[in-house]
Nanobody, 123 residues
Framework: QLQLVESGGGLVQPGGSLRLSCAAS????????IGWFRQVPGKEREGVLC????????NYEYSVKGRFAISRDNAKNTVWLQMNNLKVEDAGVYYC????????????????WGQGTQVNVSS
């Protein structure tokens, strides 16, 4: 069974950090781009960051520039989203998604999705 599983979400105070993980099972991520998307109630799912199969990253959300970073370790079949200096407006359900071979901000073009992990930012 081809599956993506996110983990690492939780409650953090403004200014805090979280590291989200996206682990694949049933297939290798080596030739896939992995995108991180987030969604809040009543809004469309929006692209945040993406990393191509070759490690090149793309930022789709200007507000996270300089605070969020994406990385991958193909040997561990995992992609991470490091989120620093979190703000209240960063809260939402974060999803990772896979498509081959390169990134796109268009969520409908991704082939595999995780179940999402909740991020809450509150004092």
């Amino acid at each position: 069974q081809l599956q993506l599983v996110e983990s690492g979400g939780g409650l953090v105070q403004p200014g805090g950090s979280l590291r989200l993980s996206c682990a694949a099972s049933g297939f290798r991520l080596d030739y896939y781009a992995i995108g991180w998307f987030r969604q809040v109630p009543g809004k469309e799912r929006e692209g945040v960051l993406c990393i191509d199969y070759n490690g090149e990253s793309r930022n789709y959300e200007y507000s996270v520039k300089g605070r969020f970073a994406i990385s991958r370790d193909n040997a561990k079949n995992t992609v991470w989203l490091q989120m620093n200096n979190l703000k209240v407006e960063d809260a939402g359900v974060y999803y990772c998604a896979a498509r081959a071979p390169s990134c796109t901000v268009i969520s409908g073009l991704y082939d595999y999705w995780g179940q999402g992990t909740q991020v809450n930012v509150s004092s």
